[in-house]
């Protein structure tokens, strides 16, 4: 069965061309897709016997809500069952600008950072660019609200599953769908290299953010077992060519952990590191998801953050929010298969 969610608007007119009708009436099924409809039935103005085609060739089904939890601070977690009965997580946050959504892209991951509670178990399977899309389009519904800004960074590793992702943007950018600009999509990495190499091939005017954690080899390979393959040289030159070839400002992810990796001389090493890059720094106090990592003290982030602003280079501490719900950056689980969850 096709995942009618994953094509684009172009591949369901030549669908709808395959099934013995006319080019506009793909044209007449995506429109329906955004617009509302729950089923094929629901696309009214479409002959009976198209539809009946389209339910023999197609499968339209949504991510559904598993469950549902409301931070104090109005952040929305939403636990997502797919059409095979995988779960996974997404997070509604309000700002000042808009509603961003942070969507997962597999369910787990492979990726192995020791601070990560998404990676436990390991990756089940990559999400199909309508899955990724589909808790846009589910969120969007329940909430009765519009989502104008996404961040990939809930569970999985993004550049693992680059097609889907891609197709995904393109997709959700589509102005007979959601008309999200590429702007106001970011996608956060561990660091794949050879990934980042196509990223960059397709010249998207996306905001990519880069998980460092740590400006020393040896230290970071133990917080995050990507770095053996693609160390911090590697990466910092890997980045260097998608700057060049974008021109976009690269978002450095930081997690500091209490008496790990918060010291003035971590951030004067990472400054020294990224010199060569036009960058902003995006501390996050780590959250926690596993055992032995602890929030840095207010005196470490501050002191942390100085070092850059100091110097001219752009560093914040990102807000806070859903951490009372496990919502929080790298505290999004994996629940394989579960029927019913509490």
């Known amino acids: 069965m096709i995942d009618i969610y994953s094509l684009t608007r172009a591949e369901l007119c030549d669908l709808t061309v395959s099934l013995g009708e006319k080019s506009y009436r793909g044209k007449q ?18 002959p009976k016997a198209f539809r009946e085609k389209l339910k023999e060739t197609c499968r339209m089904t949504l ?12 952040t929305v977690k939403y636990a997502f069952r797919l059409y095979d009965g995988e779960v996974i997580e997404s997070v509604v946050m309000s700002y000042h600008h808009g509603n961003t959504i942070c969507v997962s892209t597999q369910a787990g991951c492979n990726m192995g950072c020791a601070f990560c509670a998404s990676t436990v178990g390991g990756k089940t399977r990559d999400l199909m660019a309508g899955e990724i899309l589909g808790q846009i389009v589910s969120a969007q519904k329940d909430m009765g609200l519009r989502i104008g800004n996404v961040v990939l960074m809930g569970m999985g590793e993004p550049l693992d ?29 561990c660091g794949l290299c050879d990934q980042l190499k196509k990223l960059a091939e397709e010249n998207l005017p996306i905001n990519l953010s880069v998980s460092v954690h740590s400006p020393f080899n040896e230290e970071r390979s133990k917080m995050m077992p990507v770095n053996k393959k693609y160390p911090l040289e590697k990466l910092v030159e ?17 997690a500091l952990i209490q008496g790990k990796n918060d010291s003035v001389a971590h951030a004067r090493a990472l400054m ?13 106090p780590v959250n926690q998801a596993r055992e032995g990592f602890v929030k840095s003290k207010k005196q470490a982030v501050a002191a942390f953050l100085e070092c850059f602003t100091e110097r001219g280079i752009p560093a914040t501490a990102r807000r806070e929010l859903g951490s009372d719900i496990s919502a929080a950056c790298g505290q999004l689980k994996h629940e394989v298969k579960q029927t019913e969850l509490q």
């Open 63 to 74: 991510p559904q809500i598993a469950r549902k939890q409301v931070s104090k601070d109005g």
């Open 272 to 284: 020294k590191l990224f010199s060569p890059l036009s960058y902003h720094v995006n501390v996050i």
């Open 161 to 189: 599953n680059l097609e889907q992702v891609l197709r995904f943007m393109a997709i959700a950018n589509d102005e007979e769908c959601l008309h999200i600009g590429y702007r106001h999509f970011t996608l956060s990495t």
């Open 238 to 254: 890997s980045l260097c060519a998608y700057q060049q070839k974008t021109g976009r400002r690269i978002s450095v992810e930081y």
């Open 29 to 46: 099924v995506f429109k329906w897709l955004y617009g509302g409809a729950e089923s094929f039935d629901d696309m009214t103005d479409l």
